[in-house]
C-alpha cells in the first residue's frame, strides 16, 4: 500500500509540472527590417541616390542585353545566308559582349549591395528599431525575433508571427 501511495504521489507531482513545462514553450516572431527602412527613409537623399543608381545600372544592363540578343538575331540572319566569316565575326562579338554584361552585373550588383548595407546600418536607426522591437517582443512574450533579412535559414515562417507591420506602426505614433 505504501508503495501504491508513493507512485500515485510521484504521478501526481509529475502531472502537476506539466502546466509548467507547457508554459515555457518559446516563442519566435520575425520582422522584415528592409521594409521598415525603407518605410522610415524612402524620402531621404541617401535612399534616392540608392534607388537612382539602380535604375541607371539596370537601364545600363538591359540596354546591352539588347545589344546581345540583337547579335544573336544578326548571327541567325548570317548563318541562313550562309555567310560563315559574319557568324564567325558576330560569334566573337556575342561571347565578348556577354562577358562584358556579365562582369558589369557583378560588379554593380556588388556596388548596390554595398550602398544598401550603409543604409540599413544607421547605428541611430538600429538603436531605435532595436528599442522598439525589443519593447513588443517583450510586450507579446517573444523569446527570439528573426530577421528575414539575415535569416537565410527560415525556409517558412507563419504570417501571424511576422510582426513587421506592429513595429512600423509603434515606430510611427513615436515620431
Avoid: C, H
Avoid at 60 to 81: F, P, T
Avoid at 151 to 166: C, E, F, Q
Amino acid at each position: 500500500m505504501s508503495k501504491r501511495v508513493v507512485i500515485l504521489a510521484f504521478a501526481a507531482i509529475l502531472l502537476a509540472g506539466i502546466p509548467a513545462v507547457a508554459q515555457q514553450i518559446t516563442k519566435f516572431a520575425v520582422i522584415d527590417t528592409s521594409r521598415i527602412y525603407t518605410t522610415f527613409y524612402r524620402d531621404s537623399r541617401s535612399v534616392r541616390e540608392y534607388e537612382a543608381k539602380k535604375a541607371q545600372y539596370q537601364g545600363e544592363i538591359k540596354r546591352m542585353s539588347d545589344e546581345v540578343k540583337s547579335l544573336r538575331q544578326q548571327k541567325v540572319d548570317a548563318e541562313s545566308a550562309g555567310d560563315s566569316s559574319k557568324v564567325s565575326r558576330l560569334e566573337a562579338d556575342i561571347a565578348s559582349r556577354t562577358n562584358t554584361l556579365l562582369e558589369y552585373s557583378k560588379v554593380k550588383n556588388a556596388e548596390l549591395d554595398q550602398l544598401k548595407k550603409r543604409l540599413v546600418t544607421d547605428d541611430a536607426f538600429y538603436s531605435m528599431l532595436y528599442e522598439e522591437i525589443r519593447t513588443i517582443g517583450e510586450a507579446d512574450g517573444y523569446s527570439m525575433v528573426l530577421s528575414l533579412q539575415e535569416g537565410n535559414s527560415i525556409i517558412w515562417y507563419s504570417p501571424t508571427v511576422d510582426i513587421t507591420d506592429k513595429v512600423i506602426k509603434s515606430m510611427t505614433s513615436r515620431r
